[in-house]
């Protein structure tokens, strides 16, 4: 880990270390931010002492990190757009990642103070989405061109669809709990339960299941939440020290050989679909000599890079055998052939069958670009799970008490919960980033509305505005900040 510092400027070495300990503490922050969500049911619920909750939901969440894979993680830095991620330097990454974590920890640490279940997840990607359309102005770009939208498309709607179907599915399946145990005390609320029954803790039943949804949330609150702290950890370290991190230096020859395959066999893919694929690719031009060092991402010129990643791998055993420089344009010409890929699988003219075929060339190619060094998962599941041990009061009482008018009952506490860790983690199956926040404050106002508790409309207020500021307000933050960087020569 530490020699990763060897050979740098002591300005530069001190910024990384700024960069990443901001990284940390935006996970720190996102830990005791987002905990409430995670145990708020079951310590309200009365079914754990608040105590070994929130020890125990920091284990799961230092687990969830620790084995949730890097899909996620990948999905948040690919916002960014290509021709972006390929010309990173140590200074304008350090701009970018600074703009970015300082604006989602002021807005994290606001809402918080004020007790607002808002999403760390919306304002992550609001500071980046700020931050790439404040460099496309900077650099006299399009809007379009500064932020890979169709990218942002893809999570904007995984953010909109997964608090919908939270409350919805939520309300179904207590709505399915009430039609089935109709006089169980699951319908309880804790203060109903301690006045009729002389009774402080929920059925055996109930506390078992409100326990371990509790727990599972928090698992798959790390698995999804946490990846995004190894995202921006990965930019942090490609941009600033390129020649360690631009490919997996740790690779096996097995890995390195499909990574050589797949650009083969990718070539063999697009001549095999030449007639719907030939303009697009312009497949019928013979391929250039070679590439530029540094060069525009072009569908035209896919065949030359094919060629160029097929000759510089030839015989490569380990990618510490290419000189530093050649990792760098290695890493150019995967990412611009796994770009180029998405782009014909949005197309709409492959089959289901070719398109399947496609997605798992695109992981072959992939292996070496996305992935993060062993140490990195620790230090952001450290950071998470230490995290999750404070600060989590403040929440608790917004969602167990103040989003309906009465208070929750086992049975919502459940409903909430289960929804939860199916939604996000049909989410991580997919890698796209989620809200916990969100899809667990929508599943308990869900359950509130099929109890017939009513809402509590200033609260329910309150949090739709957070909701809707939060993208804004961190788009125009980290937005303001980068400029601000980049004008003092940053």
Request: charged share 15%; aromatic share 8%.
């Amino acid at each position: 880990m530490f020699d990763l510092f060897s050979g740098l400027p002591l300005s530069v070495g001190l910024g990384l270390v700024l960069a990443l300990a901001l990284v940390l503490a935006f996970e720190f922050i996102n830990g005791f931010h987002d905990t409430a969500n995670a145990v708020a049911t079951v310590i309200y619920t009365k079914a754990m002492p608040p105590h070994l909750a929130v020890f125990f939901s920091g284990i799961c969440n230092f687990l969830g990190v620790l084995l949730g894979g890097v899909g996620v993680a990948y999905a948040i830095v690919h916002l960014l757009p290509i021709d972006l991620l390929l010309d990173l330097d140590s200074g304008r990454s350090l701009a970018m990642v600074f703009s970015m974590l300082v604006a989602a920890i002021v807005w994290n640490l606001g809402t918080w103070y004020f007790g607002i279940p808002a999403s760390s997840s919306h304002t992550l990607i609001g500071a980046i989405l700020g931050v790439g359309v404040a460099n496309a102005l900077l650099t006299d770009l399009s809007i379009s061109a500064g932020v890979n939208w169709s990218k942002a498309i893809e999570i904007g709607l995984s953010l909109i669809i997964s608090p919908l179907a939270g409350f919805l599915i939520a309300a179904l399946l207590l709505l399915g709990l009430k039609k089935l145990f109709l006089n169980s005390k699951m319908h309880k609320t804790p203060e109903e339960r301690r006045a009729i029954d002389n009774k402080k803790h929920p059925p055996f039943w109930n506390r078992l299941v409100l326990v371990l949804s509790a727990m599972s949330v928090s698992f798959v609150h790390g698995s999804n939440d946490g990846q995004k702290g190894i995202g921006l950890i990965m930019l942090v370290l490609i941009g600033i020290v390129p020649g360690k991190f631009v490919l997996d230096s740790s690779s096996t020859p097995y890995q390195v050989q499909r990574t050589y395959d797949a650009a083969a066999h990718l070539g063999d893919f697009y001549q095999r679909n030449a007639d719907t694929l030939g303009d697009f690719l312009a497949l019928k031009q013979p391929p250039l000599a070679d590439l530029p060092p540094k060069f525009h991402c072009d569908p035209k010129d896919t065949l030359t890079t094919i060629q160029a990643v097929r000759s510089k791998l030839e015989g490569v055993r380990t990618y510490n055998d290419l000189p530093p420089d050649m990792r760098g344009r290695m890493r150019r010409y995967l990412l611009c052939l796994d770009d180029t890929a998405r782009k014909v699988s949005n197309l709409g003219v492959l089959s289901l069958g070719e398109k399947a075929d496609l997605r798992r060339l695109r992981a072959d190619l992939t292996v070496t670009t996305e992935y993060a060094p062993l140490w990195v998962i620790i230090a952001v599941a450290m950071a998470l799970g230490i995290g999750t041990m404070v600060g989590w009061r403040r929440v608790v009482l917004t969602i167990g008490e103040k989003i309906g008018k009465r208070g929750m009952t086992y049975a919502q506490g459940m409903a909430a919960q289960i929804t939860a860790v199916a939604a996000i983690g049909v989410a991580n199956v997919f890698s796209l980033p989620v809200s916990t926040t969100q899809v667990l404050s929508s599943g308990v106002a869900g359950t509130m509305v099929a109890n017939r508790s009513g809402l509590h409309n200033g609260t329910v207020r309150t949090i739709l505005l957070a909701w809707l500021l939060t993208f804004p307000a961190s788009m125009l933050l980290s937005a303001g900040l980068f400029s601000l960087a980049v004008m003092l020569g940053v």
